[in-house]
């Protein structure tokens, strides 16, 4: 019997198949029952759903079944998705930026350059190559071991794992950062590369702004990786990394700190340079604020080779050990080949401020500075001859600086921020335009020109108004003294500001305000005075010098007053140009009218005034007085309690502006400080830039000076006369009342005051601004508070005791015999017919002579008058019969007459 089974088979497999169908049906009919009563369950209004979907509870348990589990992996496969469509867009996007990847394009990025420095008649300052032939770019085998693994110890500890990105250190890097903790970058080696070769000038950007940098930084990187090997990136990386300054690469770092090729690196010189790129700035091995905190990373760095087994602890340990800084080579060895070093290294500072320290680093630029080398070879001649001369010994110095600025752009045009750039120890700190330092009295002119400006009390001042020089002890709460411990008594602004007393000073600061006289002083170019620390609350002294400024800054301010009032902020350079020649820097001519000209005018008349400051400095006192060349001068001298620490000099024409400082480093006190000790050497520059430089090019002549604006006015107040800005108002002074003055003892004249030196002049009674006390003003000097105390009533006269007179032909000798009184004798005086014919000096008693030859025949009287020096005074008469021998006369053959 035959079996069939293919109907079977077949009939079995349908049902199989309904089997299963009717079963899937079944499963979504039971689903969808169960969806609909879970649904029904739930509250009807949409918000109270929702919220009822979210307990806790609820939520849990639905991400927590099979059927959330299923919703997870979907949601992942398809956000997976999309994240491999956006990788792989942005990719395509950015796709581009890859075409600057290549061998030869990194190469020239890298390569060595140099940047020369010009002074203003293109002379060569400085070619910036580094210390000698030094290469930038060095193959693999020509960098230390030391240096890479301690570079990949302290950077990217996973560099060799990774393929250009690290997400875990993106990731402990976002989790740091936005926990508060400090700012770390997640960026690997390759990154690192990435952006200093293609993403520098974007590098700053940290917000939101930079994230399509970082972007296009990672995708680059993961190229990069696929371009090159790890060798070549680490050695790419190594020649482009900033050390500090503008070494930019291990070749230059290693040569420039340490004189030796980077293969030569030991591991305590490794583990340094490979801890300055995290903040080269700081870490400069030149920059001396950052001596600790670069140690301190060194042993970091160290640490890291420890731990990631490139070093033992035991050759850490002795590295450790090493005097590393003691072996970097000095700085000034770096640039031996520079001139006007202290110059032009704050241009370079400024250009790395201005352009970025790495484009400087890159090199390449020309840079035409403001600097004129002749100028600054006779500021260099003058310092070296002050200090190897005894004065600096005598008065205890050991340290200088001087700045030279063109009036009319405020230009720089010579610089010496130190006694000398090599000079061990402090020679390459630049005083002129680092350093804080007390002007003393040079401020001083700009606090009385911030007086001179029209007050709004209108109560104005000028050079004749009167600052009593007096004890102001409790006005100021302190005590305050002048120079010499005395108080001179009713002096003009010309005189208080001349002779440099402190009283008239205070004063005027009080008259104006501590705000109007800080703004003036800020506005003429003086910005860093009274800012820093404990000076920002300074009073009174900051009207003699009691805050800190920079030299180049106080040059310019008295540039300010040349100008006319006129401020221009120092300037550096005259053009900067890429390696390209495009000009990417410029000088412009740029300045704002400060203050009324009249002002400077005025002050340029004091500061030049010899007859002012006499009484204070004499006459003829160089540095005040150059030959063949007028100057406004003012001296300054900070103290250190009783002993002076700062020595100024400002000193200024219509073409330049100059200041010297002299001083310690470290601040120790001077002896003597006199301007006597500087003022040789001021001659010795202001002197040769005007008559061997300036007149030869036609820039300057002899008599150059300040042309009077208009406005200026000539008047007498308080009985002197003086020049006055022409909002000065005379009638703001009184008409005053006569008195007679003794003019011997220039007080009030007595009973005993004899004729002769009476005089009668008008004097006003004026209050103080400042003590509100009452003042008797005289003029010239005169003390109407004060009765003559030269004269006594029972004073003897000088008297003549007898007159004789000699013929021959027709000139007569008349002879007086003369006697001393109290007082020592002046002159002896005689007149013929009432006619002065000779007075001569009398030293003491005794017989004095003239001769006179009469017009005409006849009697005349002789009278001989005997003067002191006390002016009282006695005369002897004689009637003469003078006769012509042309008249055949004889006259009296004795020469005696008849009373």
């Avoid at 006007?340 to 790495?358: D, I, N, R, S, Y």
């Amino acid at each position: 019997m035959v079996k069939k089974f293919g109907p079977r088979r077949g009939v079995k497999g349908l049902n199989v198949y309904s089997n299963l169908s009717a079963a899937r049906r079944s499963r979504k009919d039971s689903h969808s029952r169960r969806k609909a009563e879970y649904m029904a369950s739930l509250p009807k209004h949409p918000l109270k759903r929702v919220l009822y979907r979210l307990h806790p509870k609820r939520f849990f348990a639905y991400w927590f079944s099979r059927e959330g589990g299923i919703m997870a992996l979907k949601i992942a496969g398809v956000g997976a998705l999309v994240m491999v469509v956006m990788v792989g867009a942005l990719f395509a996007f950015f796709r581009r930026e890859l075409d600057a990847i290549r061998p030869g394009e990194i190469s020239k990025r890298v390569q060595t350059t140099v940047t020369t420095y010009y002074d203003r008649n293109g002379v060569v300052l400085w070619e910036d190559k580094g210390d000698g032939d030094y290469k930038l770019v060095v193959e693999n085998d020509k960098i230390s071991k030391y240096m890479k693994s301690a570079t990949v110890a302290i950077e990217d500890k996973n560099f060799f794992n990774h393929s250009g990105v690290s997400p875990t250190g993106i990731l402990r890097a976002a989790v740091n950062n936005f926990s508060g903790g400090s700012t770390q970058g997640g960026s690997t080696l390759t990154q690192q590369l990435v952006k200093n070769v293609f993403f520098e000038d974007e590098a700053q950007d940290r917000g939101l702004g930079g994230i399509p940098r970082k972007i296009k930084e990672v995708i680059l990187a993961i190229e990069v990786e696929r371009m090159y090997n790890k060798d070549q990136i680490l050695s790419l990386y190594l020649n482009e990394v900033p050390y500090g300054g503008r070494r930019n690469g291990v070749e230059s770092a290693a040569q420039t700190y340490f004189g030796k090729p980077a293969k030569d690196l030991t591991l305590a010189e490794s583990a340094l340079l490979a801890g300055i790129p995290q903040q080269p700035g700081l870490y400069d091995p030149y920059n001396e604020d950052g001596h600790e905190a670069l140690l301190a990373r060194q042993k970091i760095v160290l640490d890291k080779m420890v731990e990631e087994r490139f070093v033992t602890k035991q050759e850490a340990d002795e590295a450790k050990k090493v005097a590393i800084l003691d072996t970097v080579r000095p700085q000034s060895e770096t640039y031996g080949d520079i001139k006007a070093p202290h110059f032009v290294k704050t241009v370079q500072a400024q250009l790395e401020e201005e352009l970025g320290v790495a484009t400087v680093g890159r090199g390449g630029l020309t840079v035409k500075t403001t600097l004129d080398y002749r100028v600054q070879e006779v500021i260099e001649k003058a310092i070296t001859d002050l200090f190897n001369s005894n004065v600096p010994k005598s008065a205890n110095f050991d340290n200088s600086a001087v700045t030279i600025v063109d009036v009319q752009t405020g230009q720089i045009l010579g610089m010496m921020g130190s006694r000398n750039y090599s000079h061990p120890g402090y020679g390459t700190f630049n005083t002129a335009s680092d350093a804080y330092l007390q002007p003393g009295s040079s401020i001083k002119p700009m606090v009385i020109a911030s007086l001179f400006k029209p007050q709004q009390n209108n109560t104005n001042y000028g050079p004749g108004s009167v600052l009593k020089d007096e004890n102001i002890n409790n006005v100021v709460g302190y005590e305050l003294n002048n120079f010499d411990n005395k108080f001179r008594g009713d002096l003009t602004v010309r005189q208080g500001l001349a002779e440099s007393r402190n009283i008239p000073l205070v004063k005027a600061y009080f008259i104006d305000g501590r705000e109007d006289v800080l703004n003036t002083i800020h506005s003429m170019g003086d910005t860093s005075y009274c800012t820093q620390g404990v000076d920002k609350t300074a009073g009174p002294s900051l009207a003699i010098g009691g805050c800190t400024l920079k030299q180049v800054e106080h040059v310019n301010s008295f540039a300010t007053f040349a100008r006319g009032g006129v401020y221009k902020k120092e300037s550096y350079m005259l053009e900067v140009k890429n390696p390209q020649g495009q000009v990417i820097k410029q000088w412009k001519d740029e300045g704002k009218q400060v203050m009324d000209p009249q002002i400077p005018y005025l002050i340029s008349d004091i500061l030049s005034d010899e007859n002012a400051r006499a009484p204070s400095f004499g006459r003829g006192a160089a540095g005040l007085n150059v030959p063949g060349v007028k100057t406004a001068t003012k001296t300054g001298t900070s103290n250190i309690g009783k002993d002076s620490r700062d020595l100024w000099m400002m000193s200024y024409t219509p073409k330049v502006a100059m200041g010297i400082w002299v001083g310690n480093h470290d601040s120790q006190p001077l002896r003597d400080a006199l301007s006597s000790r500087v003022g040789p050497t001021v001659n010795k520059i202001m002197g040769p830039v005007h008559t061997d430089i300036f007149a030869k090019d036609g820039t300057w002549k002899a008599g150059d000076w300040f042309t009077q604006p208009a406005g200026i006015q000539k008047i007498t107040v308080n009985g002197r006369t003086d020049i006055f800005p022409s909002w000065f108002n005379k009638s703001q002074q009184n008409n005053g009342t006569k008195v007679t003055f003794d003019t011997v003892s220039k007080k009030k004249a007595t009973q005993c005051t004899p004729a002769r030196a009476k005089s009668e002049l008008t004097v006003t009674t004026i209050s103080d601004p400042v003590t509100r006390r009452q003042t008797t003003m005289a003029p010239d000097g005169y003390d109407a508070s004060k009765e003559d105390d030269v004269h006594k009533c029972d004073d003897v006269k000088p008297f003549v005791s007898r007159i004789e007179v000699n013929r021959s032909g027709d000139t007569y000798t008349l002879t007086a015999s003369v006697n001393q009184g109290t007082h020592a004798l002046q002159s002896v005086e005689f007149r013929v017919g009432g006619q002065v014919v000779g007075t001569v000096p009398a030293p003491q008693a005794g017989e004095y002579t003239v001769e006179y030859t009469p017009t005409a025949n006849g009697n005349q009287e002789v009278v001989v008058t005997v003067i002191d020096q006390a002016l009282y005074d006695s005369s002897d008469r004689r009637t003469l019969d003078f006769r012509l021998s042309t008249l055949n006369h004889p006259g009296n053959s004795n020469g005696r007459g008849d009373n």
